[in-house]
């Protein structure tokens, strides 16, 4: 029986249990005694709404940048990309609606969130798939990728990005939000669905070294914290509003491909 098939069955299980927060949990250290990730719609961090309305600000608010970037910076020209872990879809809705010049191609690891994707968020001008990581993507076939906070969830990072890059056309853009360890510590508050937290000039650094080069930076703020760093609620959300060149407790990255 595969690790999967595995904790396919307990969340089956878990499925009839009459509390919300024993099953989370039950799925989370299943997840991790297997070695596996869970790519359950109710793992714990996924948007699970049905409709925009309920997308919580800060999600939609990034994905806003990427569309008023594109917007600008392609001005109506036919262009082909990629949402990659693209959750339920919300984002690849919102890109769609407002960019009829976009063909899209959404990925996901999910396929219940895949499935909710395609039922409530389908439009005309996106193909939803799931495929978990590695997958591959024909070389110099896209004009842009966006990857929002998901580069963390991603175990070898560099291969992700080197596949990016071959994917892209020259000139290529690449769109990517990521939690700010300074900021937002992963340690300090147990943010067990992530493999790290990048500090965000390190960050940078790290991707220019793969031959991208940086645009643009945006900051928002999400959590309210303790004097200890640790998150204690959301912040309102008026106060959620990303920013230019602000260091924010998640940022919001444009590269360009440069080689």
Same mark, same amino acid.
């Given at each position: 029986m595969s690790k999967q098939t595995i904790f396919k069955f307990v969340a089956g299980i878990c499925n009839y249990l009459p509390t919300r927060k024993i099953p989370r949990l039950t799925k989370m250290y299943t997840a991790r005694i297997l070695g596996i990730k869970d790519f359950s719609l109710n793992s714990g961090e996924r948007q699970t709404s049905e409709s925009l309305d309920?997308?919580?600000?800060?999600?939609?608010?990034?994905y806003q940048v990427a569309i008023d970037f594109l917007q600008k910076h392609y001005n109506g020209t036919p262009i082909k990309g990629y949402d990659v872990f693209c959750g339920i879809g919300y984002g690849a809705f919102m890109l769609s609606q407002a960019m009829p010049n976009v063909a899209l191609e959404a990925i996901d690891g999910s396929d219940e969130a895949?499935?909710?994707?395609?039922?409530?968020?389908?439009?005309?001008?996106v193909t939803f798939e799931q495929k978990i990581f590695p997958f591959d993507i024909p070389t110099a076939n896209a004009d842009f990728f966006i990857s929002m906070e998901s580069i963390e969830h991603i175990e070898d990072d560099k291969l992700f990005l080197d596949k990016i890059h071959k994917a892209l056309k020259p000139n290529g853009i690449?769109?990517?939000?990521?939690?700010?360890?300074?900021?937002?510590?992963?340690?300090?508050?147990?943010?067990?669905?992530?493999?790290?937290? +990048?500090?965000? =000039?390190?960050?940078?650094?790290?991707?220019?070294? *793969?031959?991208? @080069?940086?645009?643009?930076?945006?900051?928002?703020?999400? +959590?309210?914290? =303790?004097?200890?760093?640790?998150?204690?609620?959301? *912040?309102?959300? @008026?106060?959620?509003?990303?920013?230019?060149?602000?260091?924010?407790?998640?940022?919001?990255?444009?590269?360009?491909?440069?080689?």
């Open positions: 309920g997308i919580r600000v800060d999600h939609t608010a990034r895949i499935k909710l994707a395609q039922k409530h968020y389908q439009t005309g001008r690449l769109i990517l939000s990521t939690p700010n360890e300074e900021k937002w510590s992963r340690d300090v508050n147990n943010a067990h669905f992530h493999y790290r937290h +990048y500090f965000t =000039n390190k960050f940078i650094e790290y991707v220019s070294s *793969l031959n991208f @080069k940086l645009l643009h930076l945006y900051g928002q703020d999400i +959590y309210k914290l =303790n004097s200890r760093g640790k998150i204690t609620t959301c *912040l309102e959300d @008026k106060d959620m509003g990303v920013r230019e060149d602000y260091d924010g407790q998640n940022c919001v990255f444009i590269f360009q491909k440069i080689k």
